[in-house]
């Protein structure tokens, strides 16, 4: 069982910029995708952007050219830039192993604008 810790979410104006973390309890999610995924109010989860075990990425056109996805041995990272309030979500760090999807307990992000 491999526990995910999102942190970094907070209250931020339009324009603005927040850095999520997401710590993972074992020490082999490199060879693994992880990636981020939101959920707006009164919708559903939806994609934001992976990476593969090799740094591939994939990312929604919605946040193309404004978030970056990174990882560092077991922490995966989100770095959001020039937000917009219909960034405003619960952001959930997720882990695919194939066999299994891990995700976080999720860290709200709100843009005011």
């Known amino acids: 069982q491999v526990q995910l810790v999102e942190s970094g979410g907070g209250l931020v104006q339009a324009g603005g910029s927040l850095r999520l973390s997401c710590g993972a309890s074992?020490?082999?999610?490199?060879?693994?995708?992880m990636g981020w995924y939101r959920q707006p109010p009164g919708k559903q989860r939806e994609l934001v952007t992976t990476?593969?075990?090799?740094?591939k990425t994939n990312v929604a056109d919605s946040v193309k050219g404004r978030f970056t996805i990174s990882r560092i041995k077991n922490t995966l990272y989100l770095q959001m830039n020039s937000l917009k309030p219909e960034d405003t979500a619960v952001y959930f760090c997720?882990?695919?192993?194939?066999?299994?999807?891990?995700w976080g307990q999720g860290t709200q992000v709100t843009v005011s604008s």
């Open positions: 074992a020490t082999t999610v490199g060879i693994y995708t």
């Open positions: 990476i593969t075990s090799i740094g």
């Open positions: 997720n882990l695919d192993t194939g066999a299994n999807n891990y």
